[in-house]
T-cell receptor, first 109, second 117 residues
Framework: GQNIDQPTEMTATEGAIVQINCTYQ??????LFWYQQHAGEAPTFLSY??LDGLEEKGRFSSFLSRSKGYSYLLLKELQMKDSASYLC??????????WGAGTKLIIKP | GAVVSQHPSRVICKSGTSVKIECRSL??????MFWYRQFPKKSLMLMAT?????????EQGVEKDKFLINHASLTLSTLTVTSAHPEDSSFYIC?????????????FGEGSRLTVL
């Protein structure tokens, strides 16, 4: 079956760095997405990785290793507004998005 | 970037009535739109895939007669919750995929919070 695993919840301190991991087992792979979702709002796009390596975008970076079925989202210089759920999603061979359950990130002052 | 508009953002209705939620892609054509349901503190649950000009594909366990989906044009899909019950109260979100892209990136609507009394 298809499966995406990510931690349920993480806590970090304002100004620090946090890494949210995501592992996947899917039938085929056509890219991995990270979305941010604040409570009561729709998800917003953060990053897209289809090749191995690190993609940096401001305070957020996303890494992919296809051979390991592994990705992480790195958030630097954490701000209180970064408190949200972070959803990992993989596009399979049929370009269907498989969603992880999301990681709730709690930022403390 | 691509914009998807969802309306209404909040709706309260009585049990037994029907509610229609619209999802529009404002600046691009979307051959495929997706409807999700999200329970509190849970991830997105795909309900159905809506394809322009054809019948929607429903996920297992989703009642097609209860959740009517229509994708009449390349920019509009609607979800109608028929004979609503309190257990249908939830956050419903639509997303759209650009017709010209194969990356799978989705653009989300703002979501609609349905409360059935």
């Amino acid at each position: 079956g298809q499966n995406i695993d990510q931690p349920t919840e993480m806590t970090a301190t304002e100004g620090a760095i946090v890494q949210i991991n995501c592992t996947y087992q899917t039938s085929g792979f056509n890219g991995l997405f990270w979305y941010q979702q604040h409570a009561g709002e729709a998800p917003t796009f953060l990053s897209y990785n289809v090749l191995d390596g690190l993609e940096e975008k401001g305070r957020f970076s996303s890494f992919l290793s296809r051979s390991k079925g592994y990705s992480y989202l790195l958030l630097k210089e954490l701000q209180m507004k970064d408190s949200a759920s972070y959803l990992c999603a993989v596009t399979d061979s049929n370009y269907q998005l498989i969603w992880g359950a999301g990681t709730k990130l709690i930022i403390k002052p | 970037g691509a914009v998807v508009s969802q309306h209404p953002s909040r709706v309260i209705c009585k049990s037994g009535t029907s509610v229609k939620i619209e999802c529009r892609s404002l600046d691009f054509q979307a051959t495929t739109m997706f409807w999700y349901r999200q329970f509190p503190k849970k991830s997105l649950m795909l309900m159905a895939t809506s394809n322009e000009g054809s019948k929607a594909t429903y996920e297992q366990g989703v009642e097609k007669d209860k959740f009517l989906i229509n994708h009449a044009s390349l920019t509009l899909s609607t979800l109608t919750v028929t004979s609503a019950h309190p257990e249908d109260s939830s956050f419903y979100i639509c997303s759209a995929r650009r017709a010209s892209e194969d990356t799978g990136e989705l653009f989300f609507g703002e979501g609609s919070r349905l409360t059935v009394l």
